[in-house]
């Protein structure tokens, strides 16, 4: 019972804190930006840039319909000659060129590129030129195939699939930072020192740190979701992915904290820690960066559970498997915090 | 009762002892004062007895209980007033008073303190619901000073409580402190302010080198260890000169009779010894 009336005192003040030292108001603010930059500013369908400028110079210039099929006359992209071509690329620096010949007996293309362009590029062009031929009737055996295993689930938007990820961020920035923000923020206030000669101790004051941070993170990811509401919101299941994840990264932000006196010394590794946690984020856009060491990292379980739990796939749920993972980091997360902070915190050095 | 045997602490790294081999026995209702320049030990003695450093040799009890035997709950029987003020600057001086009084067991209705009259009796009544953060320093002090209060503790420990005041707070806060004693409150008083000392103490304890090199009443120890000094004023040439002359030197007071002698002597005023003058006498050392 008395860990129950000290936790609500010092949550109390520390909400108070939390409000004065603008936590609440950064914390919104960023749910704000990036809800109205999800439901407004991203779009909806990734644009990958300008369609090519092209020319059909072969004999019997099959392609001049499916050029205007795919829209590339209408966007004035389609050139009588070589040259006109030439003058067209070399007017946009970020064109490219595609001049279609020969035929089909001997079919043929040029592509003209700026020079700065990859080899990828160059790679998927020659691809796309054989692609181009086979479409139009010159069978050549073809080495692309598109294979879809769950083809009635909906593609998520771009904009909404960037939710997950969104709230991973904050459960970073709020959790790590704002853990050890508010650490450092008792430490220079001497606060601390007021704090240690009371009955109040360790456990109340670590509980009442990572409530805060909850609370804020619940906020955050209720306002993210209400301006731009993603295709389902399993509460309960989200509120547990929040929490977790939250608590273990506050309850880390506050264990590393504890060991530096200022926030400009706290800064710089915290600024190193935050960048192996964002090193999850790249994996969400390309999977060459599914390393193991980059899957056991929190953020980037929170990540892909988020994911699932707000835009499902039909894949089986690892709602379970991310608990059982997180509960366990925060458990032993809590132990090494909860010494550090009696040692370095609650005690004179 | 406080009894402190034989108490010894070492900081982790520190070539000697910053606490060497203390003992003292604090009555119920005593002001203890603890006097020294700065590193003689002070402040490490009081974190000690108040838990914030480990007890690593020797003893301390509070009413026959070791120090070992409380955990928390010491917390709810001291009150600690620091020389720095560690306030939070964004909350009201009112709200700076009672934001962590949740963290004490409730106290019945006849011993529980009330904010407002503790700010009216240090002068602070004017500016309850004014922000910490805009009080002047010897407000802080004044509200760091209550804030140990408002729990009610059996025992408070004051790290210069009237540093930054002016003279006329200064007593107000002093009166503030007897009452306190005259409740029955134990208080340990740290400070290098020999006036507060001598005017509030039931005695005083001397450190130097981390040691206490001498506890009694400022009275006793002035007695004892205090010269008394004479301040004549005498005609010397047409004008009035001043001497300080100690009854107990031969020398001084073959001078005196002289000056008696000639009818040279205006006024003669005794002048007791200060706690000061003591302390020099003693360690060799100001203690500032």
């Known amino acids: ?349 | 009762m406080i009894e402190v045997e034989e108490l010894t602490f070492c900081y982790r790294g520190g070539s000697a002892p910053s606490v060497r081999d203390v003992s003292l026995r604090v009555p119920k209702g005593e002001i203890l004062g603890i006097l020294g320049p700065s590193g003689a030990g002070k402040s490490t003695l009081q974190k000690v007895m108040t838990k914030l450093l480990p007890l690593q040799q020797g003893s301390i009890r509070y009413d026959g209980v070791s120090i070992d035997a409380y955990g928390r709950e010491l917390f709810a029987r001291i009150g600690v007033s620091f020389e720095h003020p560690n306030l939070f600057p964004k909350l009201s001086g009112r709200e700076n008073l009672t934001c962590f009084l949740g963290l004490y067991p409730p106290r019945p209705p006849e011993r529980q303190e009330d904010p407002d009259a503790l700010m009216e009796a240090v002068g602070l009544g004017d500016a309850k619901d004014k922000l910490a953060g805009d009080y002047s320093k010897g407000m802080k002090q004044r509200l760091v000073l209550l804030r140990s209060l408002m729990h009610s503790p059996d025992i408070l420990f004051l790290d210069e409580p009237l540093s930054g005041l002016d003279p006329a707070t200064g007593e107000r806060v002093k009166a503030l402190i007897d009452d306190r004693r005259r409740r029955g409150v134990t208080v340990i008083l740290t400070t290098h302010n020999m006036v507060l000392a001598d005017k509030l103490c039931d005695r005083v304890a001397f450190m130097h080198d981390g040691a206490i090199v001498d506890i009694d009443s400022p009275r006793a120890l002035k007695l004892r260890d205090g010269d008394h000094t004479l301040k004549v004023e005498y005609r010397e040439g047409g004008s009035l000169a001043s001497a300080l002359l100690s009854p107990s030197s031969e020398r001084d007071r073959e001078r005196l009779d002289e000056l008696f002698g000639a009818g040279l002597v205006e006024t003669v005023h005794s002048q007791e010894a200060t706690l000061e003058q003591v302390f020099i006498k003693l360690t060799g050392q100001a203690l500032r």
């Open chain 1, 1 to 349: 019972m008395s860990f129950l009336r000290h936790l609500r005192t010092l949550l109390w003040l520390d909400l108070r804190q939390a409000w004065h030292g603008r936590l609440v108001h950064v914390c919104l603010g960023i749910g704000l930006v990036f809800g109205l930059a999800v439901r407004f500013a991203l779009p909806v369908q990734l644009d990958l840039g300008d369609p090519p400028q092209v020319a059909d110079l072969t004999e019997d210039g099959r392609f001049a319909e499916y050029f205007a099929e795919h829209g590339l006359a209408e966007a004035g992209a389609v050139h009588g000659s070589m040259e006109a071509l030439e003058v067209a690329v070399a007017a946009d620096p970020d064109a490219i060129g595609l001049a279609m010949t020969g035929t089909p007996a001997a079919p043929g293309a040029t592509m003209i590129l700026q020079g700065h362009e990859p080899e990828t590029t160059v790679v998927a062009l020659r691809s796309g030129v054989a692609g181009i031929w086979a479409e139009n009737g010159v069978s050549r055996p073809s080495a692309h195939r598109l294979t879809v295993l769950r083809p009635d689930q909906p593609r998520p938007p771009f904009n909404l699939s960037m939710i997950p990820l969104l709230l991973t961020i904050d459960v970073l920035v709020v959790g790590f930072f704002f853990g050890g923000v508010m650490v450092l923020q008792d430490r220079s206030l001497g606060t601390i020192g007021a704090y240690r000669v009371t009955p109040g101790g360790t456990a109340v004051y670590l509980a009442s740190k990572i409530v805060v941070n909850v609370l804020l993170a619940l906020a955050y990811t209720a306002l993210l979701l209400v301006i731009a509401p993603p295709h389902a919101v399993p509460v309960l299941s989200l509120i547990a992915v929040v929490c977790l994840s939250s608590a273990l990264l506050t309850t880390v932000g506050i264990g590393v904290a504890v060991f530096f006196r200022t926030l400009s010394s706290f800064f710089y590794p915290a600024s190193l820690i935050s960048l192996v946690l964002s090193a999850a984020m790249p994996a969400y856009f390309f999977p060459a960066f599914n390393t193991p060491w980059i899957r056991a990292l929190p953020t980037y379980q929170a990540m892909f559970t988020l994911r699932e739990l707000l835009l499902p796939s039909g894949r089986p749920s690892t709602l379970g498997e991310f608990c059982l993972a997180i509960g366990a980091g925060l458990v032993v997360a809590l132990i090494l915090t909860t010494l550090a902070v009696d040692r370095r915190l609650l005690r004179e050095a």
